[in-house]
């Protein structure tokens, strides 16, 4: 027999570890949502062109992913009525919303087609270019894939734009919208 070497391992045996978290049944889909809100998030309005228009929906899935080539993710609801579209779409742009367009969040998380909220304009790929957002990424799609009850869809960034000064994003943590408050 060769010797094999010895493996360390610096895990310790759960039965010891001493926890004052409540284990989430991973069947119970209300309690594992509740656990997976506990990430803060930004939140973004992502746009697309449509047969019946332009299409915008509420997302905080979003990700940076890559700087070279520049890559970003966001997921999409299969359940969701707008998901085929945002699934075949060529072109989408994603808008970093701040702290002050909460409205705009709920607004593009009840319904899609109504842009008469907001400015905007049309961008490369067609997709909408929403006004007063603190960025936008338009994006042309990468790649999609299937991932349980979502679908993973990944856009390289083709025109990025930012808004100058240091406007906060606007939060969503726990089920609700807040602002940042940086430490001292
Ligand atoms: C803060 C927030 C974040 C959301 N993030 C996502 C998301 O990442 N992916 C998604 O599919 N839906 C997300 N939603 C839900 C959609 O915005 C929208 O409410 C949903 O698609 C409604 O279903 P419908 O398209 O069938 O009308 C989010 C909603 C809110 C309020």
Redesign the pocket.
């Known amino acids: 027999m060769g010797n094999y070497g010895q493996i360390d391992c610096a895990v310790a045996p759960q039965a010891t570890m001493k926890s004052d978290m409540t284990t989430v049944a991973l069947d119970d889909s209300k309690a594992l949502r509740r656990a997976f809100g506990r990430f803060g998030?930004g939140?973004t309005v992502i746009t697309t062109q449509s047969d019946d228009g332009p299409l915008g929906?509420?997302?905080?899935?979003?990700s940076s992913v890559s700087l070279e080539p520049p890559l970003v993710l966001?997921?999409?609801?299969l359940?969701?009525?707008?998901?085929d579209v945002f699934v075949k779409a060529e072109h989408f742009c994603i808008h970093i919303l701040g702290e002050d367009q909460q409205d705009l969040?709920?607004h593009?998380?009840?319904?899609?087609h109504d842009f008469d909220i907001c400015d905007w304009a049309q961008g490369p790929g067609g997709a909408p270019q929403l006004a007063g957002c603190l960025a936008a990424f338009h994006c042309r799609a990468h790649a999609v894939h299937p991932a349980g009850d979502?679908s993973v869809i990944l856009g390289e960034v083709i025109q990025a734009a930012e808004c100058p000064g240091q406007g906060a994003g606007l939060l969503?943590d726990k089920g609700r919208?807040g602002r940042f408050s940086p430490k001292p």
């Open positions: 998030t939140v929906m509420t997302a905080n899935s979003f966001w997921s999409a609801a359940r969701s009525k707008r998901h969040a709920n593009f998380a009840t319904q899609g979502h969503f919208f």
